[in-house]
Structure formats: structure tokens, C-alpha cells
């Protein structure tokens, strides 16, 4: 596609519940990144791929994150039991290479009640 | 260590001034440092960025000025125009502190510009 694509661009969930975000990054491009933004502050990175392999995933919080990118385009970011200080928009980026600039994508606004 | 600290928190600018945003960072293995630009409902998008081989980079309307030794960098935005009402936010990496790649950021708390007319 033209840009990164992530799906869907809103989504409300109870508290303990599993979610899941996806997002679509730009044809060929390597490395894809997850940050969380929360209101009022800058984006927090949390897991960049290189390919199919989680090349840094120190920035997820906890064991409840975790994330997939199995043939090495598409990702999808998995949160279990979810709490309402997850709350936040999940943003995804990617670049053509891990020293190239990366381009983001719109975000999902994830809200826990 | 890998925190980079952002003022102001907000600004607000008359229609043709200049706006001047700054940043400072304590990581001095740091080595590649984007401005980014965010509008309400997007995400952000790549302004400008430096090395901390040169002193300064400009491009248009907009510059970035480095002073390694301070540890600090800025985004100066020359006549500045209702549409550049937005939030900046300054970044920095490094690869080689453990980094991984130049697309794992370190960002500023952000800076919401609004010009006025």
C-alpha cells in the first residue's frame, strides 16, 4: 500500500479482555516497529522486527504484550487480559531498512472500560 | 540516561513569526536526531533530522540547530503558518548503544504549536 496501514483505527474493550492490533506496513519494507502513545505524550517504543524475528522487544511492558510478525510483513500486537492503564494509542512504523527513516502509521486508539 | 526533555510544553505564535522548540538530551551515544510532526487523529511524520556531525540543518522554513558539547538541539520554524499548527515532538537514537536500529526512538514529551492568524 501507499502508507502504513493499521487496523482498526479505534477499538474499545472491557477490562481483562484479549485484543488484538494489526497493522500493514509499506510493500518491502523490513523493519517494522510498536509504540504506545499516551494522551499528552510522546510515542514510547515497545518491539521492532527485522523481518519475521523480534530483533529488540525491550520496551513491552509486561508479559501481557507480545507481539507476531510470522512471514515478515504483516504484524499484529496481542494484549491479554487488558487493564485500563493500557489505554493509549498503539502506533506502528516501518522502513526499508533498520538505518533508513521510518515512516508511522495513524494509530489505534485502544480504550479500556 | 535515555531520557530526551522537550520545551515548552505548548507555544503559541503569530502568523509570520518564528517558532523555536528545544530539546535536550543525556545519552552522548545518541547519534541521529528527528523532529517529527503530528496532527491531530495521524501519526507522527519525519520533519527534519541531524547528525551530530554538523552544527546545523536547514531545509525551507525549517532548521535545526546541534550544540553537542550542551547536549542539546532545536527546531526553529521560519514564518511560521496557521498550517503548521501541530504537535513536534524532538527524537533521538543511537545503534550503537545498544540499539538495534535507527527506527527505535527516544522521544520528547511534545510541543503543541498553534499560530495565529
Known amino acids: 500500500g501507499a502508507g502504513v496501514s493499521q487496523t482498526p483505527s479505534n477499538k474499545v474493550t472491557e477490562k481483562g479482555k484479549y485484543v488484538e492490533l494489526r497493522c500493514d506496513p509499506i510493500s518491502g519494507h523490513t523493519a517494522l516497529y510498536w509504540y504506545r502513545q499516551s494522551l499528552g505524550q510522546g510515542p514510547e517504543f515497545l518491539i521492532y522486527f527485522q523481518g519475521t524475528g523480534a530483533a529488540d522487544d525491550s520496551g513491552l511492558p509486561n508479559d501481557r504484550f507480545f507481539a507476531v510478525r510470522p512471514e515478515g510483513s504483516v504484524s499484529t500486537l496481542k494484549i491479554q487480559r487488558t487493564e485500563r492503564g493500557d489505554s493509549a494509542v498503539y502506533l506502528c512504523a516501518s522502513s526499508l531498512a533498520w538505518n533508513t527513516e521510518a515512516f508511522f502509521g495513524q494509530g489505534t486508539r485502544l480504550t479500556v472500560v | ?117
Open chain 2, 1 to 117: 540516561q535515555q531520557q530526551v526533555k522537550q520545551s515548552p510544553q505548548s507555544l503559541i505564535v503569530q502568523k509570520g513569526g518564528i517558532s523555536i522548540i528545544n530539546c535536550a538530551y543525556e545519552n552522548t551515544a545518541f547519534d541521529y536526531f528527528p523532529w517529527y510532526q503530528q496532527f491531530p487523529g495521524k501519526g507522527p511524520a519525519l520533519l527534519i533530522a541531524i547528525r551530530p556531525d554538523v552544527s546545523e540543518k536547514k531545509e525551507g522554513r525549517f532548521t535545526i540547530s546541534f550544540n553537542k558539547s550542551a547536549k542539546q538541539f532545536s527546531l526553529h520554524i521560519m514564518d511560521s503558518q496557521p498550517g503548521d499548527s501541530a504537535t513536534y515532538f524532538c527524537a533521538a537514537t543511537s545503534y550503537y548503544a545498544g540499539g538495534t536500529s535507527y527506527g527505535k526512538l527516544t522521544f520528547g514529551q511534545g510541543t503543541i504549536l498553534t499560530v495565529h492568524p
